[in-house]
């Protein structure tokens, strides 16, 4: 089995915001792909399976800062290795809108979500694919309220205008695994 894991938080009033895109990029793959619509399985998180066989999405309801649980709860039921077998699919701050990069491992690099995944796996050891929402250009702009807000319709054509190579990485990722996919497309 192969997992997508993408962080967001539940809710409208994170909907449209920056810390949602890898709920929007999940969005996006069920419709490249198919599979139907996001159910909730009375778990910690929405679940698709993918039109792929054995590929499911999951987009944790734990709220960002406790993603881990979501993992943790998937790993009691499901058998995938998480070095592996799961893409997170989550924001990155370090990166322009519009810019993706895929990651073996690494430092959550204070991003509280993947914090969460580290804490409960007991490692950083697990692959990511990175989507770009930029960095406020006044340093004195909370990063909380930053990636709490919603983008302005640029950014957002900006983020979305990625999403078909990221989808493309995440496919090539699926057939020939992260390595092969950061030599591809970072």
């Known amino acids: 089995?192969?997992?997508?894991?993408?962080?967001?938080?539940?809710?409208?009033?994170?909907?449209?915001?920056?810390?949602?895109?890898?709920?929007?990029?999940?969005?996006?793959?069920?419709?490249?792909?198919?599979?139907?619509?996001?159910?909730?399985?009375?778990?910690?998180?929405?679940?698709?399976?993918?039109?792929?066989?054995?590929i499911e999405i999951h987009k944790p309801l734990t709220y960002m800062n406790r993603s881990g649980a979501a993992v943790a709860a998937l790993l009691s039921t499901r058998r995938f290795d998480t070095g592996a077998d799961m893409l997170v699919l989550v924001d990155d701050v370090a990166l322009p809108v519009g810019r993706f990069r895929v990651r073996r491992s690494g430092s959550p690099g204070g991003h509280n979500g993947l914090t969460s995944l580290s804490a409960a796996l007991g490692h950083d050891g697990y692959p990511r694919l990175r989507l770009g929402v930029g960095r406020p250009a006044d340093d004195r702009i909370d990063l909380a309220a930053w990636v709490l807000a919603r983008m302005p319709r640029a950014e957002e054509e900006a983020a979305l205008g990625a999403f078909p190579r990221a989808a493309e990485a995440v496919e090539h990722w699926l057939e020939h695994g992260v390595e092969a996919t950061m030599n591809r497309f970072n």
């Open 1 to 54: 089995m192969r997992l997508l894991l993408a962080l967001g938080n539940p809710g409208g009033e994170y909907r449209d915001t920056r810390h949602n895109v890898g709920w929007w990029f999940a969005d996006r793959l069920v419709r490249r792909w198919g599979g139907g619509r996001f159910r909730d399985e009375g778990t910690t998180a929405w679940t698709v399976a993918a039109a792929r066989p054995g």
